[in-house]
């Protein structure tokens, strides 16, 4: 998402929400899509981000990852995602440091993000577009709190909120509450679209972002 009025906004007409999880490539790219989408509508279009965490089955009890977890995950599929997320770098004409992202644990930043979303909505695009430009653009490591201080301090959001919130126990447990709930509702991988009760999974492109807005 490129510009910063992804909060709620009375002059939208249509709403579309989003499962994502920054450290998933293929959520990148689906930025990218829904970006590109976003610039050919004459309308504004509301985005509902909803925080998903693709590593929940391998934390330990203290919320560390466990990488010696078998996921089912091996080379093989590794080498086909790396190819999935070339191929889709160039039809999106996306910029990209990396394909994966394996060693980043995305859960700090989807905290501090989930609490500008609720007190700074204004401000949560560009915050948002920050954590992915940094860790796909840029290669920083957005599990370190000091990275998304400086995103934050970039954004014009306050330091220590961010610091303090990433820190906060209560909101902690209440986007472990949310991973629990999108999987509940049938969200098991990410990017998962939803509008007006119509679904789309994975980086599709613009014009299937389109005919899902439109309910085509």
């Given at each position: 998402?490129?510009?910063?009025?992804?909060?709620?906004?009375?002059?939208?007409?249509?709403?579309?929400?989003?499962?994502?999880?920054?450290?998933?490539?293929?959520?990148?790219?689906?930025?990218?899509?829904?970006?590109?989408?976003?610039?050919?509508?004459?309308?504004?279009l509301t985005v509902?981000?909803?925080?998903?965490?693709?590593?929940?089955?391998?934390?330990n009890p203290d919320g560390s990852i466990d990488h010696d977890v078998d996921d089912g995950k091996g080379d093989e599929y590794y080498e086909q995602a790396r190819q999935n997320v070339r191929r889709l770098q160039e039809e999106y004409d996306a910029e990209m440091a990396q394909e994966i992202a394996t060693d980043v644990d995305s859960f700090d930043a989807q905290v501090a993000s989930w609490y500008v979303k609720g007190e700074y909505p204004e401000q949560w695009g560009a915050f948002d577009e920050a954590i992915y430009t940094a860790l796909w653009q840029d290669g920083r490591d957005i599990g370190d709190v000091d990275v998304l201080a400086d995103l934050a301090d970039d954004c014009g959001l306050p330091v220590d909120e961010i610091r303090d919130a990433v820190a906060d126990d209560g909101i902690r447990a209440e986007l472990e509450d949310l991973f629990a709930e999108a999987?509940?509702?049938?969200v098991t991988g990410v990017p998962t679209f939803v509008s007006d009760g119509h679904v789309a999974r994975g980086a599709v492109p613009p014009e299937h972002v389109e005919r899902l807005v439109?309910?085509?």
């Open positions: 998402m490129t510009d910063a009025d992804t909060g709620s906004t009375p002059e939208a007409t249509d709403r579309i929400e989003i499962y994502a999880d920054y450290v998933c490539p293929f959520c990148y790219l689906g930025t990218r899509s829904l970006a590109q989408y976003r610039e050919g509508r004459d309308e504004p509902d981000w909803h925080p998903f965490d693709l590593r929940s089955g391998k934390r999987q509940q509702t049938g439109d309910g085509q």
